[in-house]
């Protein structure tokens, strides 16, 4: 698959680059990338919830009736889970929800959501550019020479700070490196904008076996 490289006001530079099939025409495998996903959306859960039981409700235990000859069900005390107020039957407890996956099975998945968005034409090539300064007007004006709109994934060859400050208050922008991409945000993304060099970053990173 080869795509046109344009440059920052949205021109085509003349250049085309080759995207390799091994990393962007691949099958889609959907089961690998749903395990990503749900992994990485995991690893985002506090999991700080937490409701009192019984004997952690504060309250008198003293018994509230006698056991028999009242016509009604006995009762201990009024922490009771089936007095208003009292504690909570099988509640919500401190956990960690994250899981483990191998390695293999993340990088399918990654190369899968990769090969989705070139299959659906959804990428686009950027030459490299730098700012002087973080300036958001800046980075929008670029955005707009390069016709994008909704929600984009950039992905930059190698952290710059001036970019990330620049885009990260567009609120349907969002930026990374080509090196700490992940499937939740290549399969949340309407476009996939990659600076030239972030490429063969990419292509480096997932020829290793």
């Known amino acids: 698959m080869e795509l046109s490289v344009l440059n920052i006001k949205g021109e085509d530079t003349g250049r085309k680059v080759t995207l390799s ?3 962007f025409g691949l099958e889609p495998n959907e089961h690998a990338m749903y395990l990503d996903v749900k992994q990485y959306l995991a690893n985002q859960r506090q999991g700080t919830h937490k409701s009192k039981e019984r004997n952690e409700v504060a309250g008198s235990t ?5 056991q028999k000859g009242t ?3 006995r009762a201990g005390s009024l922490k009771s889970p089936l007095f208003v ?3 909570r039957v099988f509640g919500p407890k401190p956990r960690n929800y994250s899981f ?5 099975l993340k990088r399918v ?3 899968s959501a990769l090969s989705l968005l070139a299959r659906d034409n959804k990428v686009a090539l950027v030459e490299s550019f730098s700012l002087d300064a973080p300036k958001t007007s800046e980075f929008k004006g670029i955005l707009s020479n390069l016709q994008v ?5 950039i ?8 970019i990330v400050l620049s885009g990260r208050n567009l609120p349907k922008v969002k930026i990374s490196t080509a090196s700490d991409v992940n499937t939740y945000d290549l399969l949340n993304t309407e476009k996939l904008l990659l600076v030239e060099e972030s490429v063969n970053v990419l292509e480096t990173l997932f020829s290793a076996k």
């Open 21 to 23: 099939d091994a990393v």
């Open 62 to 66: 003293k018994k509230i009736k006698k």
């Open 71 to 73: 016509g009604g069900a």
């Open 85 to 87: 107020g009292g504690g």
């Open 100 to 104: 483990k996956l191998n390695k293999k």
């Open 109 to 111: 998945a990654r190369l």
């Open 149 to 153: 709109a909704g929600k984009t994934l």
């Open 155 to 162: 992905l930059l060859p190698a952290a710059d700070k001036n």
